[in-house]
């Protein structure tokens, strides 16, 4: 698979040498607040984690993590999910808290919008708890427009949450410069 390459990111499949890194930052109370997933992560369910990464296909359909690094810098400082169907895509990202309100986010989902456009995929849509006003805010950037509001959808480490709907076509995505 063919790294994607963007201004100053890299987006590349996962190595089992990223499992720490992995777990550090998915483990940061700042990082998992909004998030499903459990946490913290140790080093060997990190490790467990990314070697289901290994065994992932980009061209899809189907779930895809990307993990992300700088180009200047190797080193993982995020991930980037994309899960694909025939003609619709759903994505998802998490930067290291350090790696934050640099653009990296929008510079990397916008790319990755830009290919999934130019593979045929006609929607592309997220959601995101309703309180992570930075994964709203992140979204608008890009171009998606909120479609909804599913009231109390989520039960989220024992608060009942509403999570935000998001949808993008072609022609609303800001193209990464
Ligand atoms: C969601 C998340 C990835 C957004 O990260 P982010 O740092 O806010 O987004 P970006 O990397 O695009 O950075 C944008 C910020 O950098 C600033 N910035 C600085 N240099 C910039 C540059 N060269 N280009 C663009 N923006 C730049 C922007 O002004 C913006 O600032 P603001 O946050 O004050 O509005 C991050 O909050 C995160 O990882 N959260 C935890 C996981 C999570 O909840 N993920 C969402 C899943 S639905």
Redesign the pocket.
């Known amino acids: 698979m063919p790294d994607i390459v963007t201004r100053r990111l890299r987006l590349r499949r996962f190595s089992r040498a990223d499992a720490s890194a992995f777990a550090r930052y998915r483990s940061d109370h ?6 499903t997933w459990r946490s913290p992560v140790g080093q060997a369910e990190a490790e467990a984690i990314v070697a289901g990464y290994l065994a992932e296909n980009p061209d899809g359909p189907g779930f895809f993590q990307y993990a992300i690094e700088r180009n200047q810098r190797p080193g993982l400082i ?1 991930d980037l999910h994309v899960e694909t169907g025939r003609r619709r895509a759903r994505v ?6 350090d ?9 990397a ?1 916008a790319t990755v919008a830009d290919r999934l456009f130019a593979t045929g995929v006609k929607r592309i849509v ?4 309703a309180r ?1 006003t ?2 709203a ?3 608008r ?1 890009v171009g998606f427009e909120q479609q909804g509001r599913d009231k109390q959808y989520l039960e989220q480490r024992g608060t009942h949450t509403d999570v935000l709907l998001f949808r993008m076509s072609a022609e609303q995505l800001r193209r990464p410069s």
């Not at 998802?92 to 808290?97: D, H, K, R, V």
């Not at 997220?126 to 708890?129: E, G």
């Open positions: 700042c990082v998992a607040r909004y998030q995020g998802g990202i998490t930067l290291a808290p790696m934050r309100h640099r653009g990296y986010a929008t510079e989902m997220a959601t995101c708890d992570n930075a994964s805010k992140l979204l950037r």
